[in-house]
């Protein structure tokens, strides 16, 4: 029997996919479903105000790309632009998508979902939202509905509890929050974090400010990039077409990617002595790059931030911004005292921290009456969840462009959809077989292959995952651009 709702003010609206989400996942998922099924409705909801999810949200100064737009753009647009971007260019790009594929009729922006009920017995899903404008309720059915929302929360950052916050005089922002009007020329800031946010925020005000301060708990790897992979460059003063440039490019930074990860599990202290030698050289002489740039994690471990032109090491290197690698001892109402003794005056703090992940929106989920454990569950191929019928989901990859997954996943959706029709099916769910009663269940990520910060902190609320196929997920585009779009969708999935 169906999960019952409370009464809403609007009549249902029901379409045949409902997708969550209007980012990158989301605008790729409503690409290949006009694409593979033009005879289909589908529907984008995205509690934004407009469309690129990050980059929608992220409005920080110098906000830009941590990974190069060949394969972070689609593999259906030709990227034109810089190998890395700025948030406004890459909004331009989803833009174009949009407008391109017709999809902008599709998308109903200021609509966030908080509740998705399954019921086998109309095998279709009940999903309520609200206008955000308005706080007006809505409702949706659907017969698929596709998990597109990203992965963290688009309203807060994470910010530690520090002692004696609530004392400090100046403004203290999160990158995810930045005020239209905070102006920090001449003003002494110190940015807390060292990841690739902080890379991109300190160079940026760092052309006005008196001084930037990077106060780091930890160092993070950085190396710099150009702008713009010379191939490209060589490329386009040959005038070959944009869409030869893209792929060929694309293919380039593949096999680039796949080297730098290889020899993060193989060769590990070689790649580290090569990131280290790397930034030496763009760090003023007698600078210790041992503290304050060489993380006690294996390369890869987590991200390898990217400089573009190195311009956080060239911040460093004309005395605008500086490195501290300590602990905050107390916040006063001028600045911050360290662990060791040190003070830093500040009369701006932006806690560069890092973000929560969120696990499908923070939606309540249930099926036929039952609300959904996802901690019980085990994911699919990495794209669907045991037990949870004709839903799929979103997840990129961690070391290489979340794009290129994005794109996988999308076509073996459709693929799943396909399949469906052919058996006459109405409904799909991953079912663990009789051969995997006895299987461990695991984490949903290894921290021994990625133990980033947000990912450690959200374990305890994420799905799991099994230690033999179909049951895993967080491979390598390497490995899974040759294996998702030949997986067997029937090995592990009951149709009905």
């Known amino acids: ?45 995205d509690a934004l105000d407009g469309a690129g999810g990050t980059w929608w949200t992220h409005r920080y100064p110098g906000a830009r790309s941590d990974s190069d737009l060949f394969t972070f753009g689609y593999s259906f647009k030709p990227w034109r632009g810089p190998s890395i971007a700025t948030a406004q260019e890459i909004r331009s790009y989803l833009e174009e998508v949009v407008e391109e594929n017709g999809l902008g009729e599709h998308i109903r922006h200021g609509h966030r979902v908080t509740a998705a009920s399954w019921s086998s017995e109309d095998a279709r899903w009940t999903v309520d939202a609200v206008r955000t404008s308005t706080g007006e309720p809505v409702r949706f059915t659907t017969d698929f509905l596709w998990m597109c929302q990203g992965y963290y929360r688009h309203d807060a950052g994470y910010v530690p509890r520090w002692p004696g916050l609530e004392r400090f005089a100046g403004p203290v922002v999160h ?229 290129l997954r994005a794109d996988l996943v999308s076509e073996v959706v459709c693929r799943l959809m396909v399949r469906m029709k052919e058996r006459g099916a109405r409904s799909v769910v991953p079912t663990l077989r009789p051969e995997d009663a006895d299987m461990a269940l695991l984490p949903w990520a290894d921290p021994e292959n990625f133990n980033a910060g947000y990912v450690l902190r959200s374990q305890h609320r994420m799905f799991r995952q099994g230690d033999r196929e179909p049951w895993t997920h967080m491979r390598e585009f390497h490995e899974e651009r040759t294996t998702l779009p030949v997986a067997d969708l029937d090995d592990g999935l009951v149709y009905r």
């Not at 029997?1 to 989400?21: E, F, I, K, Q, Y």
């Open 175 to 403: 990158p995810q929050r930045w005020p239209e009007d905070l102006d920090c020329t001449g003003k002494r800031v110190v940015v807390i974090g060292s990841g690739a946010t902080a890379a991109t925020l300190i160079p940026a005000l760092a052309e006005t400010a008196e001084h930037v301060t990077m106060l780091q708990r930890t160092p993070t790897f950085f190396i710099a990039r150009p702008r713009t992979h010379e191939l490209a460059t060589t490329l386009r003063e040959l005038d070959v077409p944009e869409e030869w440039t893209h792929e060929i490019v694309r293919r380039a930074y593949f096999k680039q990617g796949e080297e730098v990860t290889r020899m993060s599990f193989e060769e590990p202290e070689k790649l580290r002595a090569f990131l280290l030698e790397e930034m030496r050289k763009l760090l003023p002489e007698g600078f210790d790059v041992e503290r304050h740039f060489n993380p006690a994690y294996r390369p890869w471990q987590q991200r390898i931030a990217v400089v573009p032109e190195g311009d956080l090491f060239t911040a460093i290197r004309d005395g605008r911004a500086s490195v501290v690698t300590d602990t905050i001892e107390e916040f006063t109402d001028d600045g911050i005292r360290t662990s060791s003794g040190h003070f830093l005056a500040a009369d701006v703090v932006v806690t560069a921290t890092g973000f929560d992940l969120s696990l499908f929106g923070e939606i309540a989920f249930a099926v036929d009456g039952e609300p959904v454990d996802f901690t019980e569950r085990v994911t699919y191929r990495g794209f669907m969840v045991s037990g949870v019928p004709n839903m799929a989901y979103v997840f990129g990859y961690f070391r290489s462009s979340w794009t």
């Open 1 to 45: 029997m169906a999960t019952p709702h409370p009464p809403v003010a609007t009549p249902t609206a029901h379409v045949d996919v409902l997708v969550v989400g209007a980012g990158i996942s989301g605008i790729g998922a409503a690409y290949h479903l006009r694409q593979h099924f033009p005879e289909r409705s589908f529907t984008v909801l």
